[in-house]
């Protein structure tokens, strides 16, 4: 751990998921409990727009979107190496081709406390890389 620890407010977190309400309410989340600071996309192409021009991160990511899976999305993000907090519902992952390279899953609905401990639990893990 010889890498200085990021001051949580300099963590960028961007989070997709294309229900406005869940989105502002994860980011009104990840504020209170200062993981860090969100940037809500409420598409796949704006998150992947997002992902190119500012270096991210966390990415939480919601599987299921009005346009489909979020299959772009997490192939940037491993491509950029981007640790990935997934958020599947009751079908889990089976539909999406291609899995987090560094990454958990959440079901949702998931409570606070769960998307809290698996976004620290992901920044730990990078936290000793």
């Known amino acids: 751990m010889g890498r200085k620890l990021m001051a949580l ?12 309400l869940l989105g502002q309410l994860l980011c009104n989340m990840i504020r209170m409990y200062r993981i860090g600071l969100p940037h809500l996309s409420l598409s796949e192409v ?9 270096d991210f991160h966390i990415c939480f990511l919601g ?8 299959e772009r999305a997490v192939a940037l993000a ?6 990935t907090l997934l958020m599947a519902d009751a079908e889990g992952l ?9 990454g958990l899953v959440v079901q949702k609905p998931a409570s606070e406390e769960m998307i809290r ?5 992901l920044l730990m893990q990078e936290a000793v890389r």
């Open 78 to 83: 491993n491509a950029k190496r981007i640790p």
């Open 9 to 20: 407010a300099e963590r960028d977190i961007l989070v997709l998921e294309d229900d406005i």
């Open 94 to 102: 089976e539909p999406l081709s291609i899995q987090p390279q560094r």
């Open 63 to 70: 599987l299921r979107l009005r346009t489909g899976v979020c």
């Open 46 to 54: 704006d998150a992947c727009q997002m992902m190119r021009e500012r």
């Open 117 to 121: 401990d698996a976004a620290a639990a």
